[in-house]
């Protein structure tokens, strides 16, 4: 009881922060390890969290876009995983359709709940009452936000626990560990979703260093980091000139026009 | 005509109302409006006295607004000096508040989801996923660290957003525009995060093939022999095919998703993947 209230208030929290403090509390790597100190089993936590987050490491919000949820799915396939006794598989499997509800959820509260929410606001706007805008700016959107994403957990987890167990003994092995198989597979659709999203014309050679070096070298991430912020840091300096140059130039050049423009009048 | 300044104390409330709700009430039809006037309000309040000048300021900075929330706050700022401008100058444009907005909110959108969006969060994030994994799944070290540095990647820009805004005005968005030290930046950025997604690529897909041939007395072992010629090369492969399936047959990450999921459950059972 006092788990699932706490997984709720969590999702509350993670799903108001892309409005707020973007701190990205959200992201599965962080939910996971606090869901799971919640649920009493850290490492599952950390555990979901790690392959939630692959999966979804290229979730970017850009412009109106936005990508399948990735907060609510993992608090509950947490609190799955560690009613399940570590099952992380099934818990990503189950993960994934609960990420395309959460978004289904954004969309609505977008077109429907917020909609309704901006247009009292405009009202309390027109009569510049402040306390009725703080309402319907503020005190609204966490209502929604909590009826929405925290109450939805709050069941989910509630209710989970024994289900979840009872339907895991009834699967076959060799299912579960299809599932496995391809959950560790996830990992590529989501790197090739950040290939997209970064979007480098030409910049496939790095791709190559990058894997080559993890490959061969053996050195572990933090390593690599390094690496690419020496490589970054030598292409900036040898490239910073030119771009100051141009800059120079068109600054020459728009003065330029400037007293042409001045010459006509 | 006003006489009111606004002060340092001013801006703070501006960056509380920032951090604690712009993108609230995110709506389909204005986006983030009610975000941009309801953090400006403070503001409002200060420099017109007269009520009804506040409804028509408020009207203005109740449109359509659509930014990045770490950028947003550089629209703010300028937005505050402006209306300062407009509340003490009866000549001013005040028209000119929307069409300044207007012209660097999508500029500004464009760099903060690159940058935040795009490069910081996922290489923070796999640089924690790497610290969890190389733990044994036992220490919280590398998430901490995640938030610790979205946060401050957060809360410094955005405070620097609002005040610099508000000082130097439209000019700020002028100046990264015209040096396009930020088409560089951004460039990079893309380069330090290929050269990441490439080490990932080796270390977090797994995929089994069970096959193995005899020839006589020797048994082949079919993924052993790729990895002999290249590490973990069957990863590569499939990025590769997703990445080709996503640019150019344009299909949804979330259909490819499960159909990954449903081709390791298939194939262990066919027996073509362990």
């Given at each position: 009881?006092?788990?699932?209230l706490?997984?709720?208030?969590?999702?509350?929290?993670?799903?108001?922060?892309?409005?707020?403090?973007?701190?990205?509390i959200?992201?599965?790597?962080?939910?996971?390890?606090?869901?799971?100190?919640?649920?009493?089993?850290?490492?599952?936590?950390?555990?979901?969290?790690?392959?939630?987050?692959?999966?979804?490491l290229?979730?970017?919000?850009?412009?109106?876009?936005?990508?399948?949820?990735?907060?609510?799915?993992?608090?509950?396939?947490?609190?799955?995983?560690?009613?399940?006794?570590?099952?992380?598989g099934?818990?990503?499997?189950?993960?994934?359709?609960?990420?395309?509800?959460?978004?289904?959820?954004?969309?609505?509260?977008?077109?429907?709940f917020?909609?309704?929410?901006?247009?009292?606001?405009?009202?309390?706007?027109?009569k510049?009452?402040e306390?009725?805008?703080?309402?319907?700016?503020?005190g609204?959107?966490?209502?929604?936000?909590?009826?929405?994403?925290?109450?939805?957990?709050?069941?989910?987890?509630?209710?989970?626990?024994d289900?979840?167990?009872?339907?895991?003994?009834k699967?076959?092995?060799?299912?579960?560990?299809?599932?496995?198989?391809?959950?560790?597979?996830?990992a590529?659709?989501?790197?090739?979703?950040?290939?997209?999203?970064?979007?480098?014309?030409?910049?496939?050679?790095?791709?190559?260093?990058?894997?080559?070096i993890?490959?061969?070298?053996?050195?572990?991430?933090?390593g690599?980091?390094?690496f690419?912020?020496?490589?970054?840091a030598?292409?900036f300096?040898?490239?910073?000139?030119?771009?100051?140059?141009?800059?120079?130039?068109?600054?020459?050049?728009e003065?330029?026009?400037?007293?042409e423009?001045?010459?006509?009048? | 005509?006003?006489?009111?300044?606004?002060?340092?104390?001013?801006?703070?409330?501006v960056?509380?109302?920032?951090?604690g709700?712009?993108?609230?009430?995110?709506?389909?039809?204005?986006q983030?409006?009610?975000g941009?006037?309801?953090?400006?309000?403070p503001?409002?309040?200060?420099l017109?006295?007269?009520?009804?000048?506040?409804?028509?300021?408020?009207?203005?900075?109740?449109?359509?607004?659509?930014?990045?929330?770490?950028?947003?706050?550089l629209?703010?700022?300028?937005?505050?000096?402006?209306?300062?401008?407009?509340a003490?100058?009866?000549?001013?444009?005040?028209?000119?508040?929307?069409?300044?907005?207007a012209a660097?909110?999508?500029?500004?959108?464009?760099?903060?989801?690159?940058?935040?969006?795009g490069?910081?969060r996922?290489?923070?994030?796999?640089?924690?996923i790497?610290m969890?994994?190389?733990?044994?799944y036992?220490s919280?070290?590398?998430?901490?660290?995640?938030?610790?540095?979205?946060l401050?990647?957060?809360?410094?820009?955005?405070?620097?957003?609002?005040?610099?805004?508000?000082?130097?005005?439209?000019?700020?968005?002028?100046?990264?525009?015209?040096?396009?030290?930020?088409?560089?930046?951004?460039?990079?950025?893309?380069?330090?995060g290929?050269?990441?997604i490439?080490?990932?690529?080796f270390?977090?897909v797994?995929?089994?093939?069970?096959?193995?041939?005899?020839?006589?007395?020797?048994?082949?072992?079919?993924?052993?022999?790729?990895?002999s010629?290249?590490?973990?090369?069957?990863?590569?492969v499939?990025?590769?095919?997703?990445?080709?399936?996503?640019?150019?047959?344009?299909?949804?990450?979330?259909?490819?998703?499960?159909?990954?999921?449903?081709?390791?459950?298939?194939?262990?059972?066919?027996?073509?993947?362990?």
């Amino acid at each position: 009881m006092i788990q699932a209230l706490l997984c709720a208030v969590l999702v509350w929290i993670a799903e108001n922060d892309s409005g707020q403090l973007l701190s990205f509390i959200s992201r599965p790597i962080v939910l996971g390890p606090i869901a799971g100190l919640i649920c009493g089993d850290v490492q599952t936590g950390l555990m979901v969290g790690v392959a939630v987050e692959t999966m979804f490491l290229a979730t970017v919000h850009v412009g109106t876009s936005f990508p399948p949820d990735a907060s609510f799915s993992t608090v509950i396939a947490t609190a799955f995983a560690v009613a399940a006794g570590s099952e992380v598989g099934v818990a990503v499997a189950a993960a994934l359709p609960l990420s395309v509800i959460g978004q289904l959820a954004f969309y609505l509260n977008m077109s429907v709940f917020n909609q309704w929410g901006a247009v009292m606001y405009e009202k309390a706007c027109a009569k510049d009452n402040e306390k009725m805008m703080t309402f319907w700016h503020v005190g609204w959107s966490l209502l929604i936000s909590f009826a929405l994403y925290g109450i939805p957990t709050f069941l989910a987890v509630y209710v989970s626990g024994d289900i979840v167990q009872l339907i895991i003994d009834k699967i076959p092995a060799q299912l579960i560990s299809g599932i496995n198989a391809g959950a560790g597979m996830l990992a590529a659709v989501g790197l090739a979703m950040l290939l997209k999203a970064v979007n480098g014309k030409g910049l496939w050679p790095y791709l190559l260093i990058g894997y080559f070096i993890a490959a061969y070298v053996g050195v572990n991430m933090i390593g690599v980091a390094i690496f690419a912020a020496a490589v970054v840091a030598v292409m900036f300096y040898g490239q910073k000139a030119n771009y100051m140059k141009d800059t120079k130039e068109a600054a020459v050049q728009e003065k330029l026009e400037e007293q042409e423009f001045i010459k006509v009048d | 005509m006003s006489e009111a300044k606004i002060t340092k104390k001013d801006l703070m409330k501006v960056y509380g109302r920032h951090l604690g709700s712009f993108g609230f009430n995110y709506n389909a039809a204005k986006q983030m409006n009610t975000g941009m006037s309801y953090c400006l309000y403070p503001i409002i309040k200060k420099l017109y006295p007269k009520k009804e000048d506040r409804i028509k300021a408020m009207e203005r900075e109740n449109e359509y607004y659509l930014s990045q929330l770490t950028c947003s706050s550089l629209n703010v700022g300028i937005a505050a000096a402006m209306e300062e401008k407009n509340a003490k100058d009866p000549d001013f444009d005040e028209n000119s508040i929307n069409a300044v907005k207007a012209a660097t909110m999508s500029p500004l959108a464009a760099i903060g989801d690159s940058l935040v969006q795009g490069t910081f969060r996922p290489l923070f994030a796999g640089i924690a996923i790497t610290m969890v994994t190389a733990s044994g799944y036992t220490s919280v070290a590398g998430p901490i660290l995640f938030f610790v540095i979205m946060l401050l990647l957060s809360l410094i820009p955005r405070y620097l957003g609002i005040f610099q805004g508000y000082k130097q005005g439209a000019k700020v968005v002028d100046l990264i525009q015209k040096t396009g030290i930020m088409d560089l930046v951004t460039r990079l950025a893309g380069v330090a995060g290929y050269i990441l997604i490439g080490a990932f690529s080796f270390s977090m897909v797994s995929i089994n093939i069970p096959f193995e041939f005899t020839s006589g007395e020797t048994v082949i072992n079919v993924q052993q022999t790729l990895n002999s010629l290249v590490p973990n090369c069957l990863s590569l492969v499939l990025i590769f095919v997703c990445y080709k399936l996503m640019t150019k047959k344009k299909v949804n990450p979330v259909v490819l998703l499960f159909g990954l999921l449903i081709l390791g459950i298939v194939g262990v059972y066919v027996g073509f993947l362990a």
